[in-house]
Nanobody, 115 residues
Framework: QVQLVESGGGSVQTGGSLRLSCAAS????????MGWYRQAPRKERELVAA???????NYADSVKGRFTISRDNAKNTVRLQMNSLKPEDTAVYYC?????????WGQGTQVTVSS
């Protein structure tokens, strides 16, 4: 089992910044991709950004140039730096990890961007 704990959500105004962090614990060896998804009210969960163990990244078009994902394999953490936030970024953000065909999720952290 892999446990994921997120931190860093909150409320900001349009144009502000937040940084989300996710710490992995448990059987963390062989974790490949880690990432962030988000789910807004009445919408499906969507990929925000992901990063492989080797550092290859993938971003949703809506966040390219504004969000940056990073990973520290030694500390088993993944972070999401979010700049130039918009009201449409408001959602619950979930940390995600993929390991040997299994998917693990954190409990989610709320991000609210007011206009």
């Amino acid at each position: 089992q892999v446990q994921l704990v997120e931190s860093g959500g909150g409320s900001v105004q349009t144009g502000g910044s937040l940084r989300l962090s996710c710490a992995a614990s448990g059987f963390i060896s062989a974790i490949n991709a880690m990432g962030w998804y988000r789910q807004a009210p009445r919408k499906e969960r969507e990929l925000v950004a992901a990063i492989t163990r080797l550092g290859l990244t993938n971003y949703a078009d809506s966040v390219k140039g504004r969000f940056t994902i990073s990973r520290d394999n030694a500390k088993n953490t993944v972070r999401l730096q979010m700049n130039s936030l918009k009201p449409e970024d408001t959602a619950v953000y979930y940390c995600n990890a993929e390991k040997l065909g299994s998917t693990y999720w954190g409990q989610g952290t709320q991000v609210t961007v007011s206009s």
